[in-house]
């Protein structure tokens, strides 16, 4: 359940002497000396476990080579975890932020290594089935907790503009898709540009939003069915809740192993709560009578994850990709635009 260690990719090494004298000047506590290992996940984000005599530091910088504008802003995961962390949210402890790229090579900060259980696959195969319902429980309490927090009242006002989410992240996702010439078209993510724009609902609910809200985002208790540790904050910003929870929910209507995905299981017969039910959890929780367009939620929500992708082939083809797994994760590309094209279909 883990995600797997290995030593420091060559593309991803760093002068660690450098960043040893950096942890002793700028986080508290600190003990040298300083064994580095790289987690083979982050597909956008090279991320290492910072081993020590008394304890273990997680860093996550952004990747070398050329990057897209706005891209990897690893900067504002630390601002967001910084004040979620104040609020007792389950974040790990931030313990700084280095902006200069002359240490390792780019910016980067660090953070407390927490403990747990990490799942790879949203079907919780690891645990009971009698345990099952409360892991997914505690996925959407979390989630709706998040949406719940005032972002002027823990200094989060300005994490991104208010306002006309859906048609600014439509307008970004086309963006980045089309200006990555590397990774090519997609029929189906152009003829999404075409329609996302044009059946935008009313409505613009505003909160903090995590923009990749998933088991494998997450940290579980040792024994416990309880999330202890939001991971990955990199796309959060200010938004529309339900987007964000829109792109949570798409567990349910991706196909087993099309990332880690629930369409077509026995749901009953795992005690997995159905998408009704999980829909009615969230909405109980965050006072809303339920959500309509859910069509076009889970159709940008696909669309958005089709463009995340596009970029990390570009990136793949650039050679700057930061996970040995992004060229499985592109394989998915042509089937994840399908899908999404199918939301706007009913």
Known sequence: MAEALAGVRAEHRFDEAALLRWMENHVTGFDGPLAVEQFSGGQSNPTYR????ERDYVLRRKPPGILLKGAHAVDREYRVISALHATGFPVPR??????????????????????GRNFWDTAFPEVSREERPAYFDAMNATIARLHAIDPSAIGLGDFGRPGNYFERQVGRWSRQYLEDADAGRVPAMDALIEWLPANIPPGDDVSIVHGD?????MLFHPTEPR??????????TLG???ADFAYHLMIYRMPPGFST?????DLPARNIPSEEHYIADYCRRTN?????RLDFHLAFSLFRLGAIIHGIKGRMIRGTASSPNAAAAVEQLERIAELALAQTRG
């Open 227 to 236: 999330v202890i540790a939001v991971l990955d904050w990199e796309l959060s």
């Open 240 to 242: 529309h809740p339900l």
């Open 213 to 217: 809200f998933r088991c494998d985002n």
């Open 288 to 292: 809303r009578d339920g959500i309509e």
């Open 50 to 53: 910072l081993r020590t005599t």
């Open 261 to 265: 995905g629930l369409a077509g299981l």
């Open 94 to 115: 931030p313990f700084g932020l280095c902006l200069d790229e002359s240490v390792i090579g780019t910016i980067f900060y660090v953070m407390e290594m927490v403990e």
